[in-house]
T-cell receptor
Framework: GESVGLHLPTLSVQEGDNSIINCAYS??????FIWYKQESGKGPQFIID?????DKRQGQRVTVLLNKTVKHLSLQIAATQPGDSAVYFC??????????FGKGTTLSVSS | DAGVTQSPTHLIKTRGQHVTLRCSPI?????VSWYQQVLGQGPQFIFQ???????GRGNFPDRFSARQFPNYSSELNVNALLLGDSALYLC?????????????FGDGTRLSIL
């Protein structure tokens, strides 16, 4: 599958590949993280969340990994489909503070 | 079930005017948050309301104000519009106040200032 070690603004994959989107968060005190998918002309769509007392959480075709040591979050999408093409944002928060969104990654899936 | 609904979907205003944007949360959700999204960037937090009270405010000028009604719907008001206010304004709802829970977004109001 296609993966990146640092945040890149764009990621291009072939249909059926696994995709990995990375996010470096800023606040070591952040304890709740969300991944959103935003398609053109639409609002962000909730994908999956994870709390800081976990390091992995799985959903349907998606897995989020949290590495608190290096303040890194990743979203893995299995068997990427053309419908997965969108901008993906990670967001972080800690108790009492608002969600802070990271820089988005544009995922392009070609068939 | 209906998701978060926002109105209008698009709006064109001129500098100096004011605007009111509306949001209806998901049924059963008591908290509404407003975000501004400039093209090419992630959403930036403006306000959160819970049980009709302001629970959080982002780094926006006093020209921005909001309120929440007894039915949990909300309005965002922006006065003395500037060209830089052109953006997508997003509303998100969640079950309770605070931020450590999923927030679900509407499709936004696209505001263009001429």
């Amino acid at each position: 599958g296609e993966s990146v070690g640092l945040h890149l603004p764009t990621l291009s994959v072939q249909e059926g590949d696994n995709s990995i989107i990375n996010c470096a968060y800023s606040n070591s005190a952040s304890d709740y993280f969300i991944w959103y998918k935003q398609e053109s002309g639409k609002g962000p769509q909730f994908i999956i969340d994870i709390r800081s007392n976990m390091d992995k959480r799985q959903g349907q075709r998606v897995t989020v990994l949290l590495n608190k040591t290096v303040k890194h979050l990743s979203l893995q999408i299995a068997a990427t489909q053309p419908g997965d093409s969108a901008v993906y944002f990670c967001a972080e928060t800690q108790a009492g503070t608002a969600l802070i969104f990271g820089k988005g990654t544009t995922l392009s899936v070609s068939s | 079930d209906a998701g978060v609904t926002q109105s209008p979907t698009h709006l064109i205003k001129t500098r100096g005017q004011h605007v009111t944007l509306r949001c209806s949360p998901i049924s059963g959700h008591k908290s509404v948050s407003w975000y501004q999204q400039v093209l090419g960037q992630g959403p930036q937090f403006i306000f959160q309301y819970y049980e009709k009270e302001e629970r959080g405010r982002g780094n926006f000028p006093d020209r921005f104000s909001a309120r929440q009604f007894p039915n949990y719907s909300s309005e965002l008001n922006v006065n003395a519009l500037l060209l830089g206010d052109s953006a997508l304004y997003l509303c998100a709802s969640s079950l309770e106040g605070g931020y450590n829970q999923p927030q679900h977004f509407g499709d936004g109001t696209r505001l263009s200032i001429l």
